[in-house]
């Protein structure tokens, strides 16, 4: 069955809401008039995951969401409504935590030598000499001597199976290290058999062994002592108790326990450990996510069998790829993935910079949407009232910010300390590289690393695309490398010219040879973890002039988007990427659609809003502790009150523990400090529960709602009707008022949503908007336009057209307007503090002949069409030539 894309409705799934209840909404979402759910990943995750991007098994299905049997009724309920599913799947990492990976349990187990050692991104050359074809797990809370000496760690034996335990966490024993533990036994016990298991235990080679044949035979005779001791285990009790009696000796002394942990393919370490010399590739800087090798064909394979299953059987139409920029080589993934299903739908969440465009090799329809929501977003900003609002903020705060300086400080800061372990691993392999060159290899550890932290530092945008296997380097390439470099050098003055021009040269495959090219690739793979790590996970936390700018992909610095430019890109997108993915929330934006609608309204306003935010510091300085919070902060809260109001304490105060650590500027997630903690919630409590300062608030947000609510009508018709396939995200279909995560993942109320959807085709114009409060004009515009989008969706596909039309008059930058084929115009408008409710002579030039407006009803004539009368009754105009898919009000 292959469905035309009309548009996507994400669902978050989790636990407390897994597939069968996704079936329960799905006769709602086919009236709502969507195409296809977008469900996340639900491959089975890590025990207790609320999101599934930490998959452990890709093998099977999520238990926790219901299994196989629930995947199939889902499937089957879809199928009856004649809507598509769209799959998100996580080809980059893997959740690594105890025995639950049983491919990472393996490696652990047997080192280099497990049959799955080449899967995962570790990179056993760079382990140090004191630990050897080691892996490196930063999983303990103080030194490896304090945790033993203290008993903490303990080895366990049950059923012939023995495994090492600190707390709720396990690690596998190699069997080779088992040899004489197993005589200790042996020799207790008086048990030939044991004996001889202990012997096969010391010949099992140390797993150094590469060799695929050699593997495979260790693996066999590591099996077959594995079952003598399951048959041991539950044939001769006089052993187990032999057994047990010689772990009970190794948990009680020490010595001889880090003796037995010595021989491991790992070493525990303290957390911190991490930061510096771990050594395998992590999803960002989280360690228990660990980086796939998916570039070879096996490990695609392995990873991609249950969706490319379900996509050959017709249950699952398009595929969401997460982080395609982790990818070694994302070009070549796509290239097998498409080989593997080519006719699938399949999108990438791909981050691209507001002067960035996708790469032309990747054969697939689009991204996930997140250039789209800032584009739309930047209609509705004042490119004047910007101005005015730097200036508030250094007011506020006193200090003067300088945004590029910012990133770049951020970025630098999370290269050195979230992933200093990446770029130390990078910096090693650079002294190799430079060893070799006889012009280079004077330079010292120290100054190759500088230069690569300054320029992934200095880097414009998430990564380059050079593929060293095939000696690819694109204009583009060159161009982002060469400005990183060109930064770099102005930045680090005392470090040798002639080293940078050596990394670029490296960088851009003009210095041939194994090593070299494996820089280049590995390159690529650090600097969008230091992007998105400093820019989206620091600077946006830092950096508040107008904070609903900070989300995934926009630059606070150059904020505006005219309609001349909307339009370009629309035509754009049209000509290149018809079915890519538009959104203006997803389970990873800052804030919600409505919240930074309502918040876009302070660029219209910035002297009034200087005012009053003055007004609340100097009132709210009673409420300070200890000088706290710092203005930065304080500046952050009012804009969140303002944008999210009305918010609850416990909303707020999660949000704001989430964003002063996620600044690390007082605080941080891996070194938090409690009593700047503290003070920060003790204010936020404070004024909450200030009634003079909630009647100031109100004061200010009241006149704000009703023009931020039709800045959301606005800017979510124009993602249901502009080139490209709308996306939905869970919930929004109503006021979306929610912050960053966990926030914007909470239960969503479908039964209401039913209710109302099925209540509101009866109601007149006038009654849905009587009932703003409820959602229900936003509701309407989704309805509409999606009814629409299914009667003429070839005006809306790759066939389509779309074509902006003439507004003419004194207010014509208040307004947005196109066509869609010949059928289907759409006017919006925008910055609307400035327009004062009054349209004046503008008017839209429409096609001659009859228009109907789909949202209200009316009736009327094409030519030089007022815009006042278009939006008189209703905030936007979604109008047809014919009077389809209006429900009589």
Known sequence: ?????????????????????????????????????????????????SHGYDVVDPTRVNEALGGECA???????????????????????????????????????????????????????????????????????????????????????????????????????DPSSLGKLLAEAACDAHSELLGFLAESCMRLPRPTVTDRR??????????????????????????????????????????????????????????????????????????????????????????????????????????RIDHADGLRDPAQYFARLRQACPDTWIVAEKILEHHERLPTDWPI????????????????????????????????????????????????????????????????????????????????????????????????????????????????????????????????????????????????????????????????????????????????YRFHCLVSLNEVGGNPAKPDVSIAAFHQACNLIQTDYPQTLLTTASHDTKRGEDVRARLALLSEIPEHWGRTVQDWMQYNQQHRCHDLPDRNTEYLLYQTLVGAWPINTQRLSDYMQKAIREAKTHTSWTQPQPDYEQAIQQFVQAVLADGKFRHQLEAFVQPLIAPGRINSLAQTLLKLTAPGVPDIYQGTELWDLNLVDPDNRRPVDYHERAQLLAEIAGLTIEQILARSDEGLPKLWVIRQALHLRQQYAEYFGPAGSYQPLMVSGSKAVHAVAFMRGQTVAVVTPRLLLGLKEDWQDTAVELPTGAWYNLLTGDRLEGGLASVKVILDRFPVGLLSRERCGFSEN
């Open 1 to 49: 069955m292959q469905l035309k894309p009309i548009a996507t409705y994400r669902l978050q799934l989790c636990p407390e809401f897994g597939l069968d209840d996704a079936a329960g909404i799905i006769p709602y979402l086919a009236r709502l008039g969507v195409s296809h759910l977008y469900t996340s990943p639900y491959l089975q995750a890590a025990s207790g995951s």
């Open 71 to 173: 995947r199939k009724r889902l499937c089957a309920v879809m199928q009856q409504a004649n809507l598509g599913q769209m799959l998100d799947i996580v080809p980059n990492h893997m959740a690594i935590i105890g025995n639950q990976n049983p491919w990472w349990w393996d490696v652990l187990e047997n080192g280099p030598s497990s049959r799955f050692a080449m899967y995962f991104d570790v990179d056993w050359d760079a382990s140090e000499e004191r630990w050897p074809n080691k892996v490196l797990l930063p999983v303990l809370a103080d030194h490896y001597g304090r945790i033993l000496e203290s008993c903490e760690l303990q080895l366990k034996h049950a059923g012939g199976d023995f495994t090492l335990h600190y707390g709720e966490q396990s690690f596998p024993l």
């Open 214 to 319: 050699l593997v495979e035979l260790r693996h066999r005779d590591k099996d077959v002592i594995q079952h003598l001791l399951t048959r041991l285990s539950h044939d001769e009790p006089d052993t187990v108790i032999a057994i047990d009696a010689v772990v009970t000796r190794l948990n009680a002394d020490p010595d001889e326990l880090d003796g037995l942990v010595d021989r491991q393919n790992y070493r525990l370490a303290l957390w911190r450990t991490a930061g510096r010399d771990l050594g395998y590739r992590r999803f960002f800087d989280i360690n228990n996510l660990a980086g796939l090798r998916v570039e070879e064909e096996e490990v695609f394979h392995a990873t991609h069998q249950l969706p490319l299953a379900w996509v050959r059987e017709g249950s699952v139409h398009g595929l």
């Open 365 to 540: 329809a689009g991204t996930t949407g997140y250039d789209f929501l800032n584009l739309v977003g930047g209609l509705f900003i004042d490119p004047v009232g910007m101005t005015s609002l730097a200036s508030v903020l250094e007011a506020f705060t006193g200090e003067t910010v300088d945004f590029a300086g910012l990133v770049y400080e951020s970025k630098r800061q999370v290269l050195k300390e979230l992933l200093g372990s990446e770029l130390n691993r990078l910096a090693s392999l650079f002294v190799d590289i430079c060893e070799q060159h006889r012009c280079h290899r004077d330079y010292t550890r120290y100054e190759l690393y500088l230069a690569l932290l300054e320029t992934a530092a200095s880097f414009p945008v998430y990564r380059t695309y050079v593929r060293a296997a095939t000696e690819r380097v694109t204009e583009t390439d060159i161009r982002y490398v060469s400005e990183a470099i060109t930064l770099a050098k102005e930045r680090r003055t005392e470090l040798d010219p002639q080293l940078f021009q050596f990394l670029e040269n490296l960088l851009l495959l003009r210095c041939k040879g194994r090593l070299e090219g494996e820089l280049a690739m590995r390159f690529q793979q650090l600097t969008g973890p230091a992007m998105a790590k400093g820019v989206e996970d620091t600077t946006f």
